[in-house]
Structures are given as structure tokens and as C-alpha cells.
């Protein structure tokens, strides 16, 4: 057991090391961030300053190094745009997308589970026929226009909701059912296929050859297992969607680390962008390496394989 | 040929017809679409709504947008966009993945490290982020997407096209062939190649609305197709400034095709996957 968790740290730094490198490259073939500043009649010596300051006249591999160096202090460098540290900014927003993730993943999770469960607990009837109709209509409509909707009819028709920004709870409601759609389609499908192969296993076959009632049967000896790759899932996706909501933070003007990385991708603020890519990889290969021990933990046949 | 009959003969209707029409809608487009998708109406006024509302007229069944042109021409050209960046980006993807894949499973060693590694890392990069990125580095253009996005998801069928190699490698007629002398190369084309074909296949299928979505997100950010080409993620991109002002035909629209050619793709996909491999279809 050891090993394996040993040999997946290693693995879990590697990844992270190649990904670090490949946005470090990325972001320089985007373009030279002095250029954006510059005015028309800039002087050649200003530029230059420019670039000694930001340290973009040193080589590649000793930005990277010191790139590194930064991730290891927690600060990741300063911003070029806000002369802050890029720590600073990261945790200013971070809470908002973590409030948006969240409860985006209860959506999620509130739709698709139940959902999920009554298309497998009544299969080949026409609930189920709904079930997968939702399921289809979730992983088919893209989650920003979905969004576009919204605020077309509960902001411009109805005038329920604000359009954009961040404040009370009336705020989080677009943005994260727009967030939410897809994942919740896929928890729909997952709980479905889990709950059906549970249901078809010996211990429940046997559950009921017992006499129990179906309620009990679904209730007390399905349920648990089949719910424990969902809830897996549902944490992945919590992550996932924590840091991959750049689209639909841009669309409800939402203040989280999505919005920020786009600001920096098109202002070529390296650090910025380095800095929040790199947590995001931090984020989703922790929960990758956390899901994968757990998984070791509770089955020992993965732990032998590979 | 036979097998081919047999197989449209149970081919699913629904999202076979839609996904022809489509086609045949894309590539007719000069043909069909009433006027110029990037020149503005002669004789319309901008934001006419469609025919059936007061003010629309039936010259411009769609309406127009905010520079007067008419919304039904720059959808039926905006499916040509789609569609080759859709298919396009998925044979790209696949390409890549697949000999990354099968390289990985089958030559082993340190190939297979090097390779699983940057699939891991290009992995925990959030996808559209991934894109974003690669598309600003390269700039707006519909090619320059096919590749971007082939570029971001080759990673997924490199992961699962390894775990089949790595079965078929220990299979007996790979290690017959081996023992009868037959080149790595040979051995990989003759027997492991045909081997994943199908399950190359059914994740093309359900790539292809993935990359469809993912081009339309990109150009609704302003890094994918650039204006005034008719694309219609860029044309709901056009719509949102005056979103509020209430012209939703130029937001609705574009978003129910997108909607209609991906259900499409995802029904046919469900279909192939079911028909080609049995386990698969719980994935």
C-alpha cells in the first residue's frame, strides 16, 4: 500500500511538473505583454525597462526556475497588470468560484441522483424514457447558451433576476444552474448505470429472495454501493468546475479565478496566468491522487495493477 | 458492402436525417441561403424580427441582425463552420490519439511513461482553458481551431486506446505474429490497428459534439472563427450586447442548432456505441 501511494506521489509530481512547463511555454508564444502597454511613440530604452523590470530580458530557463522558485514561496510572482501578488489576487476570488462550484455540484447532484435513481429503479418504463431524455438534452445543450437563455427570461422577460455581477443569492442562481446543466446530466447517467449494475447483483438478488420489501431493498442495500462512484464524481466535478467556469463567469460578470485567468490570457500577464492555471492543476491532481488512494484503500485489486 | 447495407438499414432515423440534412444543408449553402450571410439586406432595416412577428417581413424569415444581415443565410452557412471544425477537430484529435495510444501500449517502456505523463498533465488543464490558451497563441481562424482542439483532446483516446493495446498486446496472435518475425510495425498495422478500430470509432462519435461546443465557445469568447465568417457561436457572441434590449432571435437561434446537431451526434453515437461494443455502453 505504501508503494503504491508512494509511486502515485511521484507520478502526481511529475504531472504537475509537465504541466507547469507547458504553460510556462504557452503563455511566451502568446506574445510579448511589453507590446500591449507601449503606446505608439513608446522609446525603444522604455521597453527595455520594461522588460528588465518584469525580468522578461533574462532566458527561458531561468524565468522557469524562478517561476518554480515562486510556486514553492506561495506567492507565484506578481502580477504585471496589478502590481500585486498573484497569491493575493487568487484568494481574493477564489471564494467566489468556490460559492459558484458548489453550489453548482448541489444542483447537480439534487437533479441528477434522484433522477438517476427512479430511471434505474424503473427501467424501460416511460420514466425512464424521460430520465434519459434529460440526460441527452444536459451533455447536448452548451452550458453558456443555456446561460444566455436564462438571463433572456428571468432578467429581460421576467425581471426576477440581475443580469450579472456578484451580491446576494439571487446572483448565484443563473450562473450556477448554467454551470451545473451538464454536470448534472452526467451524475444522471452515472447513478443510472451504478444503480442497474448494483441491481443486478447476488447480494441483492438474495436481499430479495429474503422477502424484503422493495423499499427496504433499494433503500438500505443498493443505495450505498451504487452511490459510491456518483458521490466520487460528484467531488471530481466539484473541482472541476471550480476552476474550469471561465466561459460562464464571463458571461454573469462573475468575480471568480476564471474570470481573472481570462483577464490575464488576454492582457499577457504571465504571472497571473501561470499562477492560476498552476493551482488549478494543483486542485485536480490532488483530487485525482486523493480519489485514487481511496479507491486503493477500499479495493486492493487496483493497488496491483500497473 | 453488405455489412454496409445492413447497417443503414438499422441505422437509427431520427439523428441519421438530421445529421444529413445538416450536411446537405452545409454544403449547398450557396445555393440555399436566401442572401450574403456577411453583407447587410438591401431594403431591411437592422434587428427586424422574424416573419411572424409585427414589423418582420418574409424576405428576411429570420430576422436580421445588428449590422442588417439576414439571420437565416448566416445560419445555414454557420453549419458548414460547425461541422467541418466538428469533424475536422475529431479526426485530428483522434489521429493523435490514437497513435499515441497504441505507441504507448505497445512499445511500452520509457515511451509509454513519457507519453502517459503529458496525457496526465494535459489532462488536469481544464479543456476550454487549454483551448483558450493555444487559440491566442496561434490566432483566429477556423483551421487554426481544427487543430487547436485536436491539439486539446487527442489526450482522452490516447488514456482509453493504451488500455486496449495493453490487453491485445498479451493476446496470442500478436504474441504468433511476434514469435513468426514480424515487424513491430507490421504487427501494429496488421493486427493491433484493426483491433481498436471500433472503439476509436465510438469515441469519435461522442467527441464530435464535445468539439463542436468547445469551437462555439471559443468563438463566442472571440479567439475561435473570426467575423464577419458566419459561425454560430460568433453569432451569439454579436447578440449579447443588446441581450437586454430583448432581440432574442439572434440569441436563440444559433443556440437551438447548435443544440440540434449535437443531440444528433450524441444520439448516433449512443446507437454506434451499443452496436460496436457491447462494453462500452456504460461508459
Not at chain 1, 505583454?33 to 532566458?59: K, T, Y
Not at chain 1, 466535478?237 to 454573469?252: C, S
Not at chain 2, 511500452?108 to 487559440?135: E, H, K, Y
Not at chain 2, 497563441?137 to 488514456?159: E, H, Q
Request: one cysteine or more; aromatic letters at 10%.
Amino acid at each position: 500500500m505504501w508503494q503504491f501511494i508512494v509511486r502515485r506521489l511521484l507520478y502526481s509530481i511529475v504531472t504537475l511538473l509537465i504541466l507547469s512547463a507547458t504553460i510556462f511555454v504557452i503563455v511566451r508564444l502568446t506574445g510579448d505583454p511589453v507590446s500591449l502597454l507601449a503606446e505608439a511613440g513608446a522609446r525603444p530604452e522604455d521597453l527595455e525597462r520594461i522588460h528588465r523590470q518584469w525580468g522578461l530580458d533574462r532566458s527561458w530557463p531561468v524565468q522557469y526556475v524562478s517561476f518554480l522558485q515562486n510556486i514553492v514561496t506561495g506567492e507565484l510572482g506578481k502580477s504585471f497588470n496589478y502590481r500585486l501578488p498573484v497569491s493575493e489576487l487568487y484568494f481574493q476570488r477564489l471564494p467566489n468560484s468556490l460559492t459558484l462550484g458548489l453550489v453548482a455540484t448541489l444542483i447537480s447532484i439534487l437533479v441528477g441522483v434522484p433522477a438517476g435513481i427512479i430511471s434505474a429503479v424503473k427501467v424501460n418504463t416511460w420514466w425512464d424514457t424521460i430520465a434519459k431524455g434529460v440526460a441527452l438534452l444536459g451533455l447536448s445543450i452548451p452550458g453558456f447558451w443555456l446561460g444566455l437563455v436564462l438571463i433572456l427570461v428571468f432578467s429581460v422577460w421576467l425581471r426576477w433576476l440581475p443580469t450579472s455581477g456578484a451580491g446576494d443569492w439571487r446572483h448565484v442562481v443563473m450562473p450556477s444552474l448554467a454551470l451545473g446543466w451538464y454536470f448534472a446530466a452526467s451524475m444522471l447517467r452515472l447513478t443510472r448505470s451504478s444503480m442497474l449494475e448494483v441491481l443486478g447483483s447476488e447480494y441483492i438478488k438474495l436481499a430479495r429472495l429474503k422477502g424484503l420489501p422493495d423499499v427496504v431493498v433499494i433503500a438500505m442495500h443498493a443505495f450505498k454501493n451504487a452511490l459510491i462512484p456518483v458521490f466520487t464524481l460528484a467531488g471530481v466535478n466539484m473541482v472541476v468546475m471550480v476552476n474550469a467556469a471561465v466561459i460562464i463567469e464571463v458571461i454573469f460578470a462573475w468575480p471568480g479565478i476564471g474570470r481573472l485567468l481570462y483577464e490575464g490570457i488576454f492582457n499577457r500577464d504571465f504571472p497571473l496566468v501561470q499562477g492560476v492555471v498552476v493551482m488549478a492543476g494543483f486542485m485536480i491532481v490532488g483530487i485525482n491522487l486523493i480519489v485514487d488512494i481511496l479507491y486503493a484503500f477500499i479495493d486492493p485489486r487496483i493497488r496491483l495493477t500497473r | 458492402m453488405r455489412a454496409v447495407i445492413e447497417a443503414a438499414r438499422e441505422a437509427p432515423l431520427v439523428p441519421v436525417a438530421i445529421l444529413g440534412g445538416l450536411m446537405l444543408v452545409a454544403i449547398l449553402a450557396d445555393l440555399i441561403a436566401p442572401h450574403d450571410p456577411t453583407l447587410p439586406v438591401k431594403g431591411a432595416n437592422v434587428f427586424d424580427p422574424p416573419f411572424w412577428m409585427e414589423g418582420g417581413r418574409t424576405t428576411t424569415l429570420l430576422g436580421t441582425d445588428f449590422q442588417g444581415r439576414d439571420v437565416l443565410s448566416r445560419l445555414i452557412h454557420g453549419a458548414r463552420v460547425s461541422l467541418i471544425v466538428g469533424l475536422m477537430g475529431t479526426l485530428v484529435a483522434g489521429g493523435i490519439g490514437t497513435a499515441m495510444g497504441i505507441l504507448s501500449g505497445y512499445v511500452g517502456r520509457w515511451v509509454d511513461q513519457v507519453i502517459m505523463r503529458v496525457t496526465d498533465a494535459w489532462l488536469a488543464l481544464p479543456a476550454l482553458v487549454f483551448a483558450i490558451f493555444l487559440a491566442t497563441m496561434v490566432g483566429p481562424s477556423m483551421w487554426n481551431i481544427v487543430f487547436v482542439l485536436g491539439a486539446v483532446y487527442w489526450t482522452r483516446y490516447a488514456r482509453v486506446i493504451r488500455g486496449e493495446v495493453l490487453t491485445l498486446r498479451e493476446r496470442e496472435f500478436v504474441k504468433l505474429a511476434e514469435i513468426a518475425g514480424a515487424s513491430k510495425l507490421r504487427v501494429i498495422k496488421r493486427h493491433i490497428l484493426p483491433n481498436v478500430m471500433n472503439t476509436a470509432t465510438v469515441l469519435a462519435s461522442l467527441t464530435i459534439g464535445v468539439v463542436i461546443i468547445a469551437e462555439a465557445s471559443l468563438s463566442f469568447l472571440g479567439v475561435g472563427v473570426p467575423p464577419p465568417q458566419p459561425a454560430w457561436g460568433l453569432m451569439l457572441a454579436e447578440a449579447r450586447p443588446t441581450l437586454m434590449a430583448g432581440q432574442w432571435w439572434l440569441t436563440v437561434f444559433p443556440g437551438l442548432c447548435i443544440l440540434l446537431i449535437v443531440l444528433a451526434t450524441q444520439l448516433f453515437g449512443d446507437w454506434l456505441r451499443v452496436r460496436l461494443d457491447p462494453q462500452l455502453r456504460n461508459l
